[in-house]
């Protein structure tokens, strides 16, 4: 009986985490900056002159860039929660054997 109440409180400290979630929240918001990135690039070439050219072009940069950081980071973040899963139960087996 101790050591199954001290398994329940080992969980109860580990920080809940969903990297399925996770990724695909910081994949939605990576797609939003690069949707967002294009708008100013049609604004752009359509002839708006809100700001000068070369602004609009690090702007633009900047975002796009962005844009694919967080899309790339999202990638990782689900692949790190991927490769933890496949390892999971080799981990659960050795506990069971304790």
């Known amino acids: 009986m101790p050591a199954k109440t001290a398994r329940i409180r080992a969980r109860r400290r580990e920080p809940m985490r ?3 979630v ?19 690039l049609e604004n752009f070439r359509g002839g708006a002159k809100e700001m000068p050219d070369y602004l609009y072009v690090i ?12 899309i790339w980071y999202a ?3 689900y692949a790190r929660g991927r490769k ?7 981990q ?4 069971a054997e304790d």
């Open 18 to 20: 969903n990297d399925n």
């Open 22 to 40: 996770h990724a695909t929240l910081l994949a939605a918001v990576g797609g939003y900056i690069l949707y967002l990135a294009y708008r100013i």
């Open 59 to 70: 702007v633009i940069a900047v975002m796009a860039l962005g844009g694919i950081g967080t």
């Open 75 to 77: 990638w990782t973040v």
């Open 84 to 90: 933890a899963e496949k390892e999971k139960p080799d």
């Open 92 to 95: 659960e087996k050795d506990r």
